[in-house]
């Protein structure tokens, strides 16, 4: 068959589809009804023989078709919400057991990752967002103090001990500040170097608490002031 025959079927083929269009769909309808788990059965073989294929195929189209398929898909999603969320709905209650097994699978197979994440995750944080730096800063070592003096912190909220909000702690840590302190030397420490870096330190030292209710009074806001980490660390350190 020549090029231009091969040209000449297909204008027919489609012709001929254009002008028969719902007969030919009704019977294509009916036939697959009735052979419906026999079409599947083909579809899922030929699928396994020639599966890497046609990803590869699949693959490049997307690459080709991307604005298109996303445009297209964004308004299908658009126009179709309530259906979508229906189907949502009716494919979780069907499948529940296996998605839940597959999510477990996955939560413990994945942990050590995502506790690597975490860690990147707030180190990162802890770099850049002072609030939360001073957060975890200040439960840490109250924490720890509880725990050197064989205390546990009962419900009472961290706010509530410290007597004010995190991001006024700031301010009121900040209009006590010496001129050469500032957010990017806070904790840090240089041995034999004053005024190198500062600590938030208690001005009544929590050493001198013997019960849990003076530990937490002791952690208000008023009882804490920036210092130098160097007296902090070594000169008021060894007085107390």
Not at 74 to 79: H, Q, T, V
Request: aromatic share 12%.
């Amino acid at each position: 068959m020549t090029e231009e025959q091969k040209k000449k079927n297909k204008e027919y083929n489609r012709t001929y589809y254009e002008k028969n269009k719902e007969k030919l769909n009704e019977i294509n309808r009916i036939y697959f009804k009735k052979n419906k788990e026999k079409i599947k059965e083909v579809q899922k073989r030929r699928y396994q023989e020639n599966r890497n294929e046609l990803l590869e195929q699949k693959k490049i189209y997307y690459q080709k078709n991307v604005d298109v398929l996303t445009e297209r898909n964004k308004k299908y999603r658009k126009e179709n919400k309530d259906k979508i969320s229906i189907q949502k709905k009716a494919n979780y209650e069907k499948n529940k057991d296996v998605i839940k097994e597959k999510s477990l699978l996955n939560y413990y197979n994945n942990i050590e990752k995502r506790k690597m994440s975490m860690r990147i995750w707030e180190k990162n944080k802890l770099k850049n967002d002072v609030l939360f730096r001073l957060k975890k800063n200040l439960s840490t070592t109250l924490r720890k103090i509880l725990k050197s003096k064989n205390f546990k912190k009962g419900t009472k909220d961290k706010l509530a001990i410290l007597g004010t909000d995190y991001k006024t702690f700031k301010e009121y840590l900040e209009g006590l500040w010496e001129p050469w302190m500032s957010w990017d030397n806070y904790g840090l420490y240089k041995m034999d170097t004053f005024n190198y870096g500062w600590d938030i330190d208690h001005i009544i030292p929590t050493s001198t608490a013997k019960t849990e209710e003076e530990v937490l009074k002791l952690n208000h806001y008023t009882n804490l002031k920036p210092l130098c980490s160097k007296v902090n660390r070594d000169i008021k350190k060894d007085k107390v």
